[in-house]
């Protein structure tokens, strides 16, 4: 099944992409949808985000179980 | 009631049926802080003090810099070396003379928040790093404060208004700060000068909204907007009641924790942590304490973050250290904690914490 992923902040520096498509198998974890995607970005392991699945932050836990958006939101600190 | 100067000057406002006579002394009668007088902080306090907010507290203990004048558009070039506090407050006088400042050329901190919160109706977070962020939030939640949060990012920014009528708080969108180094502040990665004037005013029309009871607040949800493109996005943020009920908890420890430590900002002479710090961080998930002795000393610690691995497992288990928790390192007399934090140092892992002194002087 097919997902939209859009990179914020540092995130899209590091992946060097506003959004990419990925074909992933149903029934997929938040989780190990981000251990797929450090595996084509490493340095995504150093960072801190949060994720969101079609606009609603979610835990890492959340099972992805149809396409979806979804966001790799970090915090930014400057004011 | 408005003098008919105040009449004339709010004109605009008073002919729109959504703010008027009744909304305009909402606005007279009201008391914001801002915290922070930098990129955010700029626009929030113009746009406030021509709306006619009455009383205004502005609190920065930074001076002004010829870098900060590319956005931060109070001040002036003469104003290079004031206190951003003050001469933010000297400019916005011109702007309208009756508004009531305050002026705090002082840093915000665990001692003076709770006290200075407490004497205002809103609070606007526009601070430039995480842990005063952590602290407006924690100070806002402990005081049942509102906040209209603002951050920003090269040319993106996020905006929410947080611990609103029940609403989330910023920890239940993001519960621990990111490691220490990660994420940049502007000093060092640059920012597009028109940005935090965008994000910024979206933070004043926040508090014109909350004042006035118009419109949607932004609370439960949080905007992120992208300058390159124009386009901006809005999340739904929950709340999480574990996480506003560990802040309320923390009320009595609140004037001696330390959030600079919070958010790894130590530098490497202050890896130690004292017993008081380190109480604090008992049962709190996003730390990780490792105990290094063996089961047979005393004092026994227990707590659902506390987990033991004896120095004879160490060099066996290194991998058991990866984490993304924050590590504290335990012992009898802080030597073992110290020696395995400079072995794991020199493996790569940095900021490590250990209880000086060690646990013999627990009670």
Not at chain 2, 82 to 101: G, M, T
Not at chain 2, 313 to 323: P, V
Request: charged share 25%; with cysteine.
């Amino acid at each position: 099944m097919k997902l939209k992923i859009i990179y914020l902040g540092k995130i899209k520096e590091l992946t060097e992409k506003d959004n990419q498509q990925i074909e992933i198998e149903k029934g997929m974890s938040v989780q190990d949808l981000i251990d797929q995607l450090t595996v084509e970005y490493p340095h995504l392991a150093f960072e801190s985000f949060q994720i969101s699945v079609n606009r609603n932050l979610v835990e890492f836990s959340h099972v992805l179980t149809e396409e979806a958006d979804i966001a790799l939101l970090p915090p930014f600190s400057g004011g | 009631m408005l003098s008919q100067e105040e009449h004339k000057r709010y004109n605009r406002h008073l002919i729109l049926e959504q703010v008027g006579q009744i909304g305009q002394e909402k606005l007279k009668a009201s008391k914001v802080l801002v915290v922070g007088a930098g990129g955010l902080g700029c626009p929030v306090l113009q746009y406030l003090t021509a709306a006619g907010v009455g009383t205004i507290g502005i609190i920065d203990f930074d001076t002004v810099s010829l870098s900060n004048l590319q956005r931060q558009i109070l001040f002036t070039t003469d104003d290079v070396g004031k206190n951003k506090a003050q001469a933010a407050a000297d400019r916005l006088v011109l702007l309208n003379s009756f508004i009531r400042f305050h002026v705090f050329t002082e840093r915000l901190t665990t001692k003076n928040a709770l006290d200075l919160f407490s004497r205002y109706d809103l609070i606007v977070d526009g601070t430039d790093n995480f842990s005063t962020r952590y602290l407006v939030n924690d100070a806002c939640v402990l005081t049942n404060k509102p906040f209209v949060f603002g951050s920003i990012y090269t040319f993106e920014g996020q905006v929410s208004v947080f611990n609103y009528e029940g609403g989330p708080s910023y920890r239940c969108l993001f519960p621990t700060p990111p490691k220490a180094g990660s994420v940049k502040n502007c000093s060092v990665i640059g920012v597009l000068g028109v940005l935090p004037g965008i994000i910024g005013t979206q933070q004043a029309n926040e508090v014109l909204k909350f004042i006035l009871g118009i419109g949607e607040p932004l609370s439960g949800k949080l905007l992120i907007y992208d300058a390159l493109n124009a386009s901006s996005m809005v999340l739904t943020v929950q709340r999480s009641a574990n996480e506003i009920e560990r802040v309320l908890q923390k009320r009595e420890e609140f004037e001696h924790y330390d959030y600079d430590l919070f958010c790894g900002l130590q530098g490497a002479e202050l890896n130690q942590i004292s017993l008081q710090v380190f109480k604090t961080m008992l049962e709190d998930e996003s730390v990780r304490i490792i105990d290094l002795r063996e089961e047979w000393e005393e004092p026994q610690l227990s707590g659902s973050n506390v987990e033991r691995i004896t120095m004879s497992e160490i060099l066996t288990k290194k991998e058991r250290f990866q984490t993304d928790k924050r590590l504290v390192l335990i012992c009898q007399t802080g030597s073992r904690s110290a020696n395995v934090r400079q072995l794991l140092a020199r493996e790569g892992w940095d900021g490590i914490l250990e209880l000086k002194g060690g646990m013999q002087e627990y009670e």
